[in-house]
């Protein structure tokens, strides 16, 4: 299985939110200078997660992206479902992109099972691991935290 780098960059991305930002809106030219992504696609990327629910807007110069649950609450498996769509390994699995007499062995192969499975324990494990999980091992590693300096105030 290999996943785009909308995916990828998407996770990254919603780590960096979570990990930084924490219930503040977090702004597009922040997490694209933390992450080496460009702006423009980080965009392309929120709109997927905002309609899967995962990422809310605020508009205006405090505004910007907020996670729309607590970081516990939001799997790997349900940013990857929002970015890949379905996680099938091998398209005569997924009934979606399967049509029917295609493949002269559907229903009667035995392989189907293993990606089935296979597919089934990936999406299980990537059940487990949140946002939250991601911010634990990043402060284990010692990955350093960047405060937003536009909610500091100086006296």
Excluded at 32 to 50: A, D, M, V, W
Excluded at 68 to 77: A, L, Q, W, Y
């Amino acid at each position: 299985m290999r996943l785009s780098t909308k995916s990828r960059y998407g996770l990254r991305a919603l780590f960096d939110i979570a990990y930084n930002s924490g219930t503040l809106p977090a702004q597009i030219q922040d997490i694209s200078r933390r992450q080496s992504i460009s702006p423009r696609y980080l965009e392309q990327i929120f709109q997927s997660l905002k309609k899967a629910g995962i990422l809310r807007s605020k508009r205006g110069p405090q505004g910007g992206y907020c996670l729309s649950r607590k970081p516990e609450e939001i799997s790997v498996r349900d940013v990857l479902h929002a970015t890949e769509g379905d996680m099938f390994l091998v398209e005569c699995t997924s009934p979606k992109k399967r049509k029917k007499g295609e493949c002269e062995f559907d229903g009667a192969c035995v392989t189907q099972t293993v990606w089935n499975e296979s597919a089934r324990l990936i999406n299980d494990y990537l059940a487990t691991v949140t946002l939250k999980t991601l911010c634990d091992r990043a402060a284990e590693m010692g990955i350093r935290r960047e405060q937003d300096h536009r909610f500091m105030y100086f006296i």
